[in-house]
């Protein structure tokens, strides 16, 4: 089992950037798929990135696609999501998965709250 506790969300203006921290627990961080998604309000949840299951490839959803960026230390059991040109619509609770298997995310984090003001 793994534990995850996102950080670093906050309030930015349009155009701004953030960096969201995943801190796993467990001594086999690196053998989970990790992925980031989030959820606005009214909205269901929405895939923003992930890794493959080897690890050696990044998915991201459309609209981050080009401006968002997902990687992980597995020294310091993190994954982060670096987001550039933020837009008000990236408005969301930003949350960290984990997945044990090639499909599907098992364990999620608690959420991050990231608001970009226009």
């Known amino acids: 089992q793994v534990q995850l506790v996102e950080s670093g969300g906050g309030l930015v203006q349009a155009g701004g950037s953030l960096r969201l921290s995943c801190a796993a627990s467990?001594?086999?961080?690196?053998?989970?798929?990790m992925g980031w998604f989030r959820q606005a309000p009214g909205k269901e949840r929405e895939f923003v990135a992930r890794f493959s299951w080897s690890g050696g490839s990044t998915y991201y959803g459309d609209s981050v696609k080009g401006r968002f960026t997902i990687s992980r230390d597995n020294a310091k059991n993190t994954v982060y999501l670096q987001m550039n040109s933020l837009k008000p619509e990236d408005t969301a609770v930003y949350y960290c998965?984990?997945?044990?298997?090639?499909?599907?995310?098992?364990?999620w984090g608690q959420g991050t709250q990231v608001t970009v003001s226009s």
């Open positions: 998965a984990a997945g044990a298997t090639p499909e599907g995310f098992t364990y």
């Open positions: 467990g001594r086999t961080f690196s053998s989970y798929r």
